[in-house]
């Protein structure tokens, strides 16, 4: 196969550099002569999608064409790595989706190659107002192991991270069971005291998911969930930085505490992520509203119903709250979440040639996406999709 080449700027230096592309990998990188104005960079990793541009995974009923939509969404917005994240429910709904989602994956190759694994966040999280946030009450349970292994029978082994609360008498035993498993464990939605949450990194627990929410609005103000993550090196946090679910002081300090390498970005997305302003119903948080700013309340309140911001607005509103380095939001984004998803978001000779090119100004806007050194999208082309033979084909 030739080689392809890709031109852009370093966003740690701003010089330009080519990327050279063979056998879907990046070959080496070389500086480059050439004029641009467009950033280049490794593909965007999320660890935490629900969904995107209508298409919902914790609906009641989602389709392959829901997954496959969501992976055509994902890329367009210079994702080339997402984790499809599904929620506290009953264990034959999770079952459902895990199965929808598995499937997706063997009949459509840019779903496999997007989707390292799926990430269930609960149902073993609390079940205390607050802390729950938008979970069902009714679906909360203790951790079981044996359900575990249930959903990995009906993924196909493709479950990869769960998020739960510790404070579940049971929790060592079942973090350390997953752990042994290959799986990464995160804390999340917890009223967990400081000592269940050190057992839980003790017995493998190595990620905190979107740490500052999920959380009760007044809580002790010495012993709590944040101040034991924020402490523990062990754990990686990860940040929904959309400009409402962090204060921009609140997410500095947190950005500090846990050092540029222990930081993760995450949209935490949900299927009205990128659509209109106005009230919908949903199947999670029933009748909300989404405003022009992108906030996402309940109905007739100022309580969040999820984020709307894609990973690049992220990206974008870390540097202008924080003052952060673009190149380190970009690792925030791309490296340090790949840790997690089998060494992804890597712009190195080696690496699968997930690229993305962007402009910079006051946001982040992409322009060009390659996957595996095929370009998905195109600047002033659109998004250069296969959904419609994947639809001709009878799926």
């Not at 493998?204 to 103000?221: C, D, F, V, Y």
């Not at 090119?357 to 982040?364: M, S």
Request: a negative charge; charged letters at 20%; glycine letters at 12%.
């Amino acid at each position: 196969m030739s080689e392809t080449q890709i031109a852009g700027l370093d966003p740690r230096t701003g010089q330009s550099l080519c990327v050279i592309v063979k056998d879907g990998l990046i070959a080496r990188i070389e500086e480059s002569m050439s004029t641009t104005d467009l950033y280049l960079s490794a593909g965007f990793v999320d660890l935490q999608v629900n969904g995107f541009a209508g298409f919902d995974l914790n609906a009641e009923q989602i389709s392959a064409g829901t997954v496959i939509g969501l992976v055509d969404a994902m890329l367009a917005n210079g994702v080339t790595c997402f984790v499809p994240t599904l929620i506290t429910a009953p264990e034959e709904r999770i079952c459902r989706s895990l199965k929808v989602i598995a499937e997706a994956r063997r009949i459509h190759c840019k779903a496999a190659e997007c989707i390292p694994f799926v990430h269930i966040e609960g149902p073993h999280i609390s079940a205390v107002d607050g802390y729950r946030g938008a979970h069902s009450a009714d679906a909360v349970r203790p951790p079981s192991i044996e359900e575990f292994d249930r959903w990995q029978h009906a993924a196909g082994g493709i479950v990869g991270m769960v998020t739960l609360s510790p404070h579940f008498s049971e929790s060592a035993r079942y973090i350390a069971g997953l752990v042994s498993r290959g799986i990464h464990v995160a804390i999340g939605h917890t009223h967990a005291s400081p000592e269940q949450i050190q057992c839980a990194v003790d017995a493998g627990a190595s990620l905190s998911t979107h740490l500052g929410n999920g959380i009760a609005q007044e809580i002790p103000r010495h012993r709590n969930p944040i101040w034991s993550q924020l402490a523990d090196d062990r754990l990686t946090a990860t940040f929904i930085a959309d400009g409402h679910h962090l204060p921009k002081d609140i997410l500095k300090v947190m950005l500090r505490a846990k050092g540029n390498a222990r930081s993760v970005l995450v949209s935490d997305s949900v299927g009205l992520a990128g659509m209109p302003a106005g009230t919908y119903t949903t199947a999670v948080g029933g009748q909300v509203e989404l405003q022009p700013n992108g906030r996402l309340c309940i109905l007739g309140s100022d309580l969040l119903a999820g984020s709307t911001a894609s990973l690049a607005q992220c990206i974008g509103i870390v540097v202008r709250m924080t003052n952060t380095p673009l190149s380190d939001a970009l690792a925030m984004a791309t490296s340090n979440p790949g840790r997690y998803a089998g060494g992804r978001g890597q712009l190195a000779a080696g690496s699968r040639a997930d690229l993305v090119r962007f402009r910079w100004g006051n946001e982040l806007t992409i322009e060009d996406v390659w996957l595996a050194g095929e370009q998905v999208h195109a600047a002033g082309g659109g998004f250069k999709s296969d959904i419609g033979d994947w639809v001709r084909r009878g799926y």
